[in-house]
Structures are given as C-alpha cells and as structure tokens.
C-alpha cells in the first residue's frame, strides 16, 4: 500500500448531475452524535477534530442529515468546516426523532421546507449542495414530498436532489418530479440485497453510495477469503470492504462514519489499496 498525504484522492472523483465533481471517498457524519445518534457526542474536541481531519486526509464529500443528534452532526459540521472551501456538505431530510435509536418518516411537503431551511441555517450556506430525501413517506405521495424540494431548487436553495433507501421502480417514480443525482441504499461486501439498484445506477450515471459500507458479516471470520487477502495487503477487513466497493462500480460512493481519527485514517488509507483481479474475484464471489 502507497502512502500519501491526502490518502482519499487515490479513490477517484464523480460527478454529480455532471457538474459537481466529488472524491469518491467519503465521510458520513452520523457517528459524531451521542449514543443512539441522539444528543451531543461523548467528546465535542475529539468530533470536530475528526471532521477537519478528513479533509486534510482528502475527503470533500461529508454526508449528514437534520436527524443526526439531531441537528447536532449539521452544528459540528458548520463549527469544524464552514464555510466549507471546496468540501460538499451533503444533508438529508424527511426523518423524525423522538429519542435514541428512534426514527419516524415525515414526507409532508411543510415538513420538508422547514428541514431545508434550518438545514441550510444550521449549515451556515444559502444553497444545499446535495440535498436528499432519507425516506419515502407511505402516507405521503413521493410526488408532493419531491415535488417541494423541486420548488426549493428552482429557487435556487438545493442545488441537486438524491433519494435513500429505494427500489429500481421508485427511483423511475421519483426522476419523473426530479432529476435524481443520487441513491443511498445499504450495501456493503456481505450485504448484495441492492445489487440491481446499483446496476441501474451505473447505466443511468447516477451516484450510488452504500451505507453501512464496511460491514462484512461471516466473511469477515478469521482464516476466511477476506482474513486471508487482508494479511497479504496488511490492511484490515475494513479497508478491504471499501477498496472492494470502490473497485466494484465507478458510480459508487462509499461514505464510511466513525468518531474516531484512528477509524478514520484507517478508512482513507483504504483509498490506496489496490485489488488484484483475482482478489477482487474472490472477494465478490465470496460475498454473493
């Protein structure tokens, strides 16, 4: 493994909606909350630290969302990075929380305004970057929900839209009101289950980033494929899940979290290993 200074790079860039180019590797802020992803982080120094780390290791893509803390992750995030230099700070709305480990879907149209306006105080910024809808309400028409944040980026405050957590058929729904940028689904090396969301998201240039992205489940047990290629690179099987995801499709964009800055040089250092082909092989066929 090559070491650098800005580690990241070595993943690539994409661009979203074709205008906004981002390195592929990113960071996902929800970690930097308290237990549960509810209240403040157990050491605000240590959560600020690690955000401005990632960027000096090379991240300029940091995933968050309105329901992180919530609003916590937003708050530290303007306190660490504003007024951001380069570095896309992409947020979600459309989720509620009423205690740790608690999360309600809100579609309403109303619902989604306010989020995009106190995401965008909150964040310090008079246009969201990436803006994304975390769920589709089932009470709601995913037709009115998108239907507002199209309002809000024809005025200018959004200035593209993603989705989270969908099927091939939603996406299709959901580019009808708008042009979708963006697909967050779960996926990782032992988790394929939205393998034709992704399919779907390379041959339509659409961003595809997995959360949840270095889970490896029984792969990750000691003398497996994944134990074994991890000792020939020396990396951890965290590293080999993320240069797999990147390896696996130019769409992907993997958005590892943690609130720690050994996890995190650890993550980017995943940016610079290189898979064989038949690694690479091994690995897929493993998880499938």
């Not at 600020?48 to 609003?71: F, K, M, Q």
């Not at 990436?130 to 405050?157: C, I, M, N, T, W």
């Not at 949840?212 to 497996?224: K, Q």
Request: proline share 5%; glycine share 10%; charged share 25%.
């Amino acid at each position: 493994m090559t070491t650098s200074t800005t580690p990241v790079s070595a993943s690539g860039t994409f661009s979203l909606g074709g205008d906004l180019p981002v390195t592929r590797l990113g960071y996902g802020a929800m970690r930097i909350t308290g237990k549960g992803i509810w209240g403040p982080p157990a050491d605000r120094d240590t959560a600020i630290a690690v955000l401005r780390r990632a960027v000096e290791l090379g991240v300029d893509l940091v995933d968050t969302a309105d329901s992180y803390g919530p609003y916590v992750s937003e708050d530290l995030i303007r306190e660490a990075l504003h007024p951001y230099d380069g570095v896309l700070i992409a947020t979600k709305g459309g989720l509620t929380r009423s205690g740790p480990d608690v999360w309600e879907q809100v579609g309403r149209p109303e619902y989604l305004r306010q989020c995009v306006e106190m995401s965008l105080r909150r964040l310090g910024v008079e246009q969201i970057g990436l803006y994304q809808l975390h769920r589709f309400d089932a009470k709601v028409p995913v037709e009115e929900s998108l239907g507002a944040l199209k309002e809000l980026q024809d005025a200018g405050k959004i200035r593209h839209i993603g989705i989270s957590e969908v099927t091939v058929a939603e996406i299709e729904q959901a580019r009808e009101v708008v042009d979708v940028v963006s697909v967050q689904n779960l996926y990782n090396l032992g988790n394929r289950q939205s393998e034709e969301v992704l399919q779907y998201c390379e041959r339509e240039g659409i961003a595809f980033m997995p959360w949840f992205p270095v889970a490896a489940g029984e792969l990750a047990r000691p003398g497996g494929v994944l134990d074994e290629i991890a000792k020939e690179h020396d990396a951890t099987h965290a590293q080999l899940a993320l240069a797999w995801l990147l390896r696996r499709s130019p769409v992907m964009l993997p958005i590892p979290g943690t609130g720690s800055i050994a996890h995190l040089e650890e993550n980017c250092a995943a940016a610079q290993v290189e898979l064989t082909d038949a690694e690479y092989d091994a690995l897929t066929a493993a998880g499938q």
